[in-house]
């Protein structure tokens, strides 16, 4: 079992940074692969971001066409935390954002249905 909690959402500027985080815990917690999405008011819930080890020190990111260029995820093992930084906010990138977990072989890291542990979510809401 992986327990997945959220932080850092809030309201920003357009062209304003927010850093949203994710801890994790439990027993195997540090094996699983991340990955962050967001569900608009009446929209479905997208992917926008995962990350798997490769080794300890380098790994594999994964990112939406719309966020390239202006999201970073990145990964403290240290700390069992998650994280997404997000440059170059627009109003559209408003949304509630969770934080996933998944066994990182296999399956299709865009497809939230490969996910098995879910975070609360955060809101992010950009202004215009």
């Known amino acids: 079992q992986v327990q997945l909690v959220e932080s850092g959402g809030g309201l920003v500027q357009a062209g304003g940074s927010l850093r949203l985080s994710c801890a994790a815990s439990?027993?195997?917690?540090?094996?699983?692969?991340a990955g962050w999405f967001r569900q608009a008011p009446g929209k479905e819930r997208e992917f926008v971001a995962a990350i798997r080890w490769i080794t300890w020190s380098a790994s594999r990111n994964y990112y939406a066409d719309s966020v390239k260029g202006r999201f970073t995820i990145s990964r403290d093992n240290a700390k069992n935390t998650v994280y997404l930084e997000m440059n170059s906010l627009k109003p559209e990138d408003t949304a509630v954002y969770y934080c996933a977990a998944r066994q990182p072989a296999g399956g299709n890291y865009y497809d939230l249905s490969s996910y098995d542990y879910w975070g609360q979510g955060t809101q992010v809401t950009v202004s215009s």
């Open positions: 439990g027993r195997t917690a540090s094996t699983y692969a």
